[in-house]
């Protein structure tokens, strides 16, 4: 099984805001292509012991109710089927989005989204052979459509949605990986950055940090158009976190902005 796909239904919802509640959308992506998740994770993982003596640490910022979380577990699960506990924390600061994330059930589409060769149509995915490790069933009144319960994944391991926000001093455990995947870009360019200080704090020696590729994104504050620039953001970022310790692994090659990085042990 490989999950460099990306499936869903929907256009994207944005994460929570801190001036408004966003609707909870009824259905969602799950392992998305703009995040390069499995290269994120193998980051994570290299240099690790991977055996069942060990554990891993896993924070999700802004993770609206799940679907993120799900996806860097099956990651992490399917690339080191060995490994220990896995304790991953969920913050979201709308409780609604919590509220759904704990349920652990949402809607997804069969549908192939990864840009086919020219000419080519898209091809359905047979889902309950895609995901093995969730329970997977079609929805009765859209053929398009299936219902996702990751609970049978999770069980394995510790997961937890919290209602909060880093930026007011949350307490959250020291992380090995920290994902904050389309969401920086929905904040004014001053409180992206305060909460990426606080992301920083918690990410423990030799961690990985990342904000999602999302090469589309250009602007801070979707819609604003006097909204910073959202790469050049990412690069006075990379400066900032580098004096800290944290340097640039991986870049988004169309935008020449990083968006993934390491502690040095």
């Known amino acids: 099984m490989s999950f460099a796909h990306e499936i869903g239904v929907a256009p994207d919802a944005p994460r929570s805001a ?9 259905a969602t992506y799950l392992f998305r292509a703009d995040t390069r998740m499995g290269d994120v994770v193998d980051l994570a993982l290299s240099d690790r012991a991977l055996g069942p003596d060990n554990s891993l640490e896993v924070l999700s910022v802004g993770s ?40 652990g059930t949402y809607l997804t589409t069969h549908e192939h989204r990864v840009r086919p060769a020219p000419g080519a149509r898209r091809e359905a995915l047979d889902l309950q ?49 920290i994902l904050a995947n389309n969401l920086l870009f929905h904040l004014t360019s001053t409180g992206a950055e305060k909460l990426v200080d606080s992301m920083a704090d918690r990410l423990a020696p030799g961690g990985v940090m990342s904000f999602g590729a999302n090469p589309k994104q250009l602007h801070m504050e979707s819609g604003n158009p006097d909204a910073a620039d ?14 800290r310790g944290i340097r640039t692994v991986l870049y988004d090659a169309k935008r020449k902005a990083p968006f993934v990085f390491r502690r040095e042990a």
């Open 230 to 243: 959202y790469p050049a953001w990412r690069r006075a970022m990379a400066e900032k976190l580098a004096a």
């Open 64 to 103: 609206s109710f799940g679907a993120e979380a799900d996806s860097v577990l099956a990651h992490i699960t399917e690339a080191a089927p060995n490994i220990g506990s896995i304790s991953l924390t969920g913050v979201d600061i709308n409780p609604a989005m919590v509220e759904a994330a704990q349920r």
């Open 18 to 26: 801190p001036a408004e509640r966003p609707a909870i959308p009824t």
């Open 129 to 177: 052979a895609y995901m093995p490790k969730f329970d997977v069933r079609p929805n009765a009144d859209d053929p398009t459509l299936h219902h996702i319960d990751t609970n049978p994944l999770r069980r394995q391991h510790e997961v937890t949605f919290w209602h909060g926000d880093l930026r007011d001093g949350m307490q959250v455990p020291e992380a090995d990986l």
